[in-house]
C-alpha cells in the first residue's frame, strides 16, 4: 500500500467502527440513530473502499458476514462443556415442587430466580477468541454438535467482533436462533409466490436454515438471536450471578431477551409464567413455555446436575396445542425390547404447526383406559410441544359399528406368544432375536450416534441385512465386506468400502458407549456411563451380583435385576465375546477409588487436533485422549504439549514449530495412543 492509500485505510476503520457501533445500538441497546438509508450509505462506501483495497479485508469486517462457496458437510464439533437439556413443567404444582427441592438443597428461605422466555428456535454454542468469532455450532446431542459458523456469521444481531476491549481472550456464549414472526410471514410469502414449498412454523425455518450448507441460502433468511448464558471462559473472572452475566454479556454486544426479569420464589415464578402467558402471542417471537433459573452461580454449583439436566434449572412449558382428528387405523409398533406399542393412524393433522399422521397410544392399560377405537373422532395435542398423543375419544362423534381394541395374543412380526408379566402395563415378544423387529430395533440402536456411532448404517440397510438373514445380532455387523455390502440396494463399491471404514473406526470406542450399545433394559446412556466409571472393565460388571450394582448412582434393584438377567443369558455373552473378537476396545478405566489414588497417563497436559486423521474420525481421536485425562484445545499456545498433525495441516503446525512444540503425525500417534490405553509406557 503506497502512502497515498493511507487515508483510505484509516477511513476504512472509521467507518467499520462507526458501523459496529450502530449495530450495537440497534441489536442490543434498542437504541438505533440513524435512518437506515444513512446506515446503507455507510456500509456501501466500506465496500466500495474494501474492493478499492481487498488486502485490507478482515474477516470481523461488517461486509463479511455473507460466506464464500458452499460447504460439502457440516464437521462435528465438541462442547466441552456439554450443553444441557432441562426438565419439563407442566403443572404449577410441578413447579412449587421444584422450588421446594431447591430451597432444600440449599437449606434457605426465597429463592431468587432469573425468568426468561422459553424461546422457540434452535440452541447454539457461539466461541468468540480474543474478542473475534471462532466458531459456532448446534447444540446436537449436547456433547457433540455440528459447525454452522459460516450461518451464524451471516445474522445480523451476533457481532463478528465484540463490542468493547474487557472481553475475555476466550468467551463461549450459548443461545437460541430463531425467526421473528414477521420475518417467518414475508419468507413464507415469498416463497409462496414463487411457488416454493413454505414452511411450517418459525422453528423449522430458522433450524433449515442454520442447517443449509451454502451461506448464501441463510443470510437471506430473517434469522435472530437472543443469549440466555456462557460455556466456556477462559482469561476475565464473571460475574456470580447468572443475570450479571446477561448484564455482561449485553455490555460486550451479545443480544439477551428484553423480558428476562428477577423473580423471588415459587410464586414471582408463577406470576411471570401468567403475565408472559397472556402477552405470549402479542411477543414478535415464538415461545413455548419459560425457563427458571437459580440466579446465584455458587447455588447453581451447589445444587449440581441429574443425569443431563441441570437441578437449578426448570422449563415450564405452556399447555400443548390440541387439534380434532380421526382415528383411520390401530397398529401395533414392536421394539427392541420386545414392547408391543399400538400407534393410532391418523387422519392429517396440523397441531402446533406440524402435520400429525401418528400418535402413540403407549401400553395396553392406555388403550383401554382410553378405549380409542378405530373410526373415533379424538382429540391429539403434542405433549411438551413434540411427542403426538391421543388425549381423549369424543365419545358423542363414535360410529356405532366400531369395536373395542384388543392387544394381541401373538407377535404380529414373526408370530411368537405375546406375553404381559404380573403388575406391567406392557405386553412384549417373546421372540427375542428371533423376532425380526426387535433385531432391527436392536442393531438400530447398536448403530446409533449416542452408541457405537457407525456413520452410514441406517434403517434401510439394517431392514435389508436382516431380511436377507445375513445379520442377526451385533457381532454379525464386523463380518461384512465390500463385496456383501455392494449387493446390497442403493449401495454401491464406493458407499460399500466408506461403511466398511465406519465399521472398523467404530471398534475404538468407550465402555460406557459399549454398555449403552448393548441395549440393556431400562440401561441409558447415563446409567452405562455410571456403570462404566463405578466399575472399570467389563469383567467386574459382569461379575458382580444384585447388592454391588446397586451401590452405582441411579441403579435400583429393578435395573440391577435386568443387568444380571442380561449378563446371565449364554446368548448375550457369546455375542459380546465375538464382539470382543472382532476387535472391539475402549481404554480400561479406573474405579472411582482408583482414579482418586492415581491421576490418568495424560491428566494436566493439553494436547491440538490439526488436519485429516484417516484412521480414525478427530472426534473419536479427541474422545480417546480425553478418556486418558488430556484436555483438547481448538488453538495451539504455549501452555500445549503437543500437536497431532493429519493430512494437510495448516497453520497450527507452523505455529507449533515455531514455539518448538513436539508434532506427531498420525501413525505415531496411533501407536502411542494403544500402548497408554493398554498400560503400557510408550517411549
Given at each position: 500500500m503506497t502512502s497515498s492509500d493511507l487515508p483510505d485505510a484509516q477511513e476504512i476503520e472509521r467507518l467499520r467502527d462507526t458501523i459496529r457501533d450502530h449495530d450495537y445500538r440497534y441489536y442490543v441497546l434498542d437504541q438505533p440513530e440513524l435512518p437506515d438509508s444513512e446506515y446503507d450509505r455507510l456500509m456501501r462506501r466500506l465496500q466500495a473502499l474494501e474492493a478499492r483495497h481487498p488486502d485490507l479485508i478482515t474477516a470481523d469486517s461488517p461486509t463479511q458476514?455473507?460466506?464464500?462457496?458452499?460447504?460439502?458437510?457440516?464437521?462435528?464439533?465438541?462442547?466441552?462443556?456439554?450443553?444441557?437439556?432441562?426438565?419439563?413443567?407442566?403443572?404449577?404444582?410441578?413447579?412449587?415442587?421444584?422450588?421446594?427441592?431447591?430451597?432444600a438443597r440449599l437449606e434457605s428461605g426465597k429463592i431468587q430466580y432469573a425468568a426468561e422466555p422459553k424461546l422457540d428456535g434452535l440452541a447454539v454454542s457461539i466461541v468468540y477468541q480474543d474478542g473475534e468469532i471462532f466458531r459456532a455450532a448446534t447444540r446436537g446431542d449436547g456433547t457433540t454438535g455440528e459447525d454452522i459458523t459460516h450461518n451464524v456469521r451471516t445474522i445480523p444481531a451476533v457481532p463478528l467482533r465484540l463490542h468493547g476491549t474487557d472481553w475475555p481472550a476466550l468467551l463461549e456464549v450459548r443461545g437460541e436462533v430463531f425467526m421473528p414472526r414477521a420475518g417467518f410471514d414475508a419468507l413464507n410469502r415469498r416463497a409462496l409466490s414463487r411457488g416454493e414449498k413454505v414452511f411450517a412454523n418459525p422453528r423449522n425455518a430458522a433450524a433449515g436454515s442454520l442447517r443449509q450448507l451454502d451461506p448464501r441460502v441463510a443470510a437471506e433468511r430473517p434469522l435472530d438471536m437472543f443469549c440466555?448464558?456462557?460455556?466456556?471462559?477462559?482469561?476475565?473472572?464473571?460475574?456470580?450471578?447468572?443475570?450479571?452475566?446477561?448484564?455482561?454479556?449485553?455490555?460486550?454486544?451479545?443480544?439477551v431477551c428484553p423480558e428476562i426479569r428477577a423473580v423471588t420464589g415459587a410464586e414471582?415464578?408463577?406470576?411471570?409464567?401468567?403475565?408472559?402467558?397472556?402477552?405470549?402471542?402479542?411477543?414478535p417471537y415464538e415461545i413455548d413455555g419459560v425457563v427458571y433459573k437459580v440466579d446465584g452461580l455458587d447455588d447453581q454449583r451447589t445444587l449440581g446436575f441429574v443425569s443431563r439436566a441441570p437441578r437449578w434449572a426448570l422449563a415450564h412449558k405452556f399447555p400443548a396445542q390440541e387439534a380434532l382428528t380421526r382415528v383411520l387405523d390401530i397398529d401395533i409398533q414392536v421394539g427392541r425390547t420386545g414392547a408391543l406399542t399400538p400407534v393410532a393412524r391418523l387422519a392429517p393433522v396440523?397441531?402446533?404447526?406440524?402435520?400429525?399422521?401418528?400418535?402413540?397410544?403407549?401400553?395396553?392399560?392406555?388403550?383401554?383406559?382410553?378405549?380409542?377405537?378405530?373410526?373415533?373422532?379424538?382429540?391429539?395435542?403434542?405433549?411438551?410441544?413434540?411427542?403426538?398423543?391421543?388425549?381423549?375419544?369424543?365419545?358423542?362423534?363414535?360410529?356405532?359399528?366400531t369395536a373395542?381394541?384388543?392387544?394381541?395374543?401373538?407377535?404380529?412380526?414373526?408370530?411368537?406368544?405375546?406375553?404381559?408379566?404380573?403388575?406391567?402395563?406392557?405386553?412384549?415378544?417373546?421372540?427375542?432375536?428371533?423376532?425380526?423387529?426387535?433385531?432391527?430395533?436392536?442393531?438400530?440402536?447398536?448403530?446409533?450416534?449416542?452408541?457405537?456411532?457407525?456413520?452410514?448404517?441406517?434403517?434401510?440397510?439394517?431392514?435389508?441385512?436382516?431380511?436377507r438373514g445375513q445379520v442377526h445380532d451385533p457381532a454379525d455387523l464386523f463380518q461384512l465386506d465390500i463385496d456383501t455390502l455392494s449387493q446390497l440396494d442403493r449401495m454401491g463399491p464406493k458407499s460399500a468400502e466408506n461403511l466398511v471404514a465406519a465399521l472398523q473406526s467404530s471398534k475404538h470406542t468407550r465402555l460406557g458407549r459399549f454398555l449403552y450399545a448393548l441395549g440393556i433394559r431400562e440401561?441409558?446412556?447415563?446409567?452405562?456411563?455410571?456403570?462404566?466409571?463405578?466399575?472399570?472393565?467389563?469383567?467386574?460388571?459382569?461379575n458382580a451380583d444384585g447388592e454391588a450394582l446397586q451401590v452405582v448412582p441411579d441403579v435400583g434393584p429393578v435395573?440391577?435385576?435386568?443387568?444380571?438377567?442380561?449378563?446371565?443369558?449364554?446368548?448375550?455373552?457369546?455375542?459380546?465375546?465375538?464382539?470382543r473378537a472382532a476387535g472391539l476396545t475402549w481404554p480400561e478405566q479406573p474405579t472411582r477409588e482408583r482414579a482418586a489414588a492415581a491421576p490418568l497417563p495424560l491428566s494436566g497436559k493439553t494436547y491440538v487436533l490439526t488436519g485429516t486423521l484417516t484412521g480414525l474420525t478427530r472426534e473419536q481421536a479427541k474422545?480417546?485422549?480425553?478418556?486418558?485425562g488430556a484436555r483438547v484445545s481448538g488453538s495451539v499456545s504455549a501452555k500445549t504439549h503437543c500437536l497431532i498433525a493429519g493430512e494437510n495441516s495448516g497453520s497450527k503446525l507452523s505455529k507449533a514449530e515455531a514455539l518448538g512444540i513436539e508434532v506427531m503425525d498420525e501413525p505415531s500417534f496411533l501407536v502411542w495412543l494403544d500402548a497408554l490405553e493398554s498400560g503400557v509406557e510408550p517411549n
Open positions: 458476514r455473507v460466506g464464500g462457496e458452499p460447504l460439502v458437510g457440516f464437521a462435528q464439533v465438541h462442547h466441552s462443556i456439554p450443553m444441557l437439556s432441562l426438565d419439563n413443567a407442566f403443572e404449577d404444582s410441578e413447579v412449587l415442587d421444584f422450588d421446594r427441592r431447591v430451597r440466555y448464558g456462557v460455556g466456556q471462559v477462559e482469561g476475565c473472572a464473571m460475574p456470580n450471578h447468572h443475570l450479571q452475566v446477561l448484564a455482561r454479556l449485553g455490555q460486550w454486544g451479545l443480544r414471582g415464578c408463577l406470576e411471570y409464567y401468567r403475565t408472559l402467558g397472556a402477552r405470549r402471542d402479542a411477543l396440523v397441531v402446533g404447526g406440524v402435520t400429525v399422521t401418528n400418535a402413540t397410544l403407549h401400553n395396553a392399560d392406555e388403550i383401554e383406559r382410553k378405549d380409542v377405537r378405530t373410526g373415533d373422532t379424538v382429540t391429539v395435542r403434542r405433549a411438551g410441544d413434540v411427542i403426538p398423543e391421543v388425549v381423549r375419544v369424543l365419545i358423542d362423534r363414535r360410529p356405532h359399528d373395542r381394541f384388543r392387544m394381541p395374543v401373538v407377535c404380529p412380526v414373526c408370530g411368537s406368544d405375546a406375553v404381559r408379566a404380573e403388575g406391567e402395563s406392557v405386553v412384549r415378544c417373546s421372540g427375542g432375536l428371533f423376532c425380526s423387529a426387535q433385531r432391527k430395533e436392536a442393531l438400530r440402536h447398536f448403530a446409533s450416534r449416542k452408541a457405537l456411532d457407525i456413520e452410514g448404517l441406517g434403517g434401510k440397510l439394517i431392514d435389508q441385512l436382516v431380511d440401561v441409558g446412556e447415563t446409567t452405562a456411563r455410571q456403570l462404566a466409571d463405578h466399575f472399570g472393565n467389563l469383567e467386574a460388571l459382569i435395573v440391577a435385576e435386568h443387568l444380571r438377567a442380561f449378563f446371565a443369558q449364554a446368548h448375550n455373552c457369546e455375542v459380546i465375546q465375538r464382539l474422545a480417546r485422549l480425553q478418556a486418558l
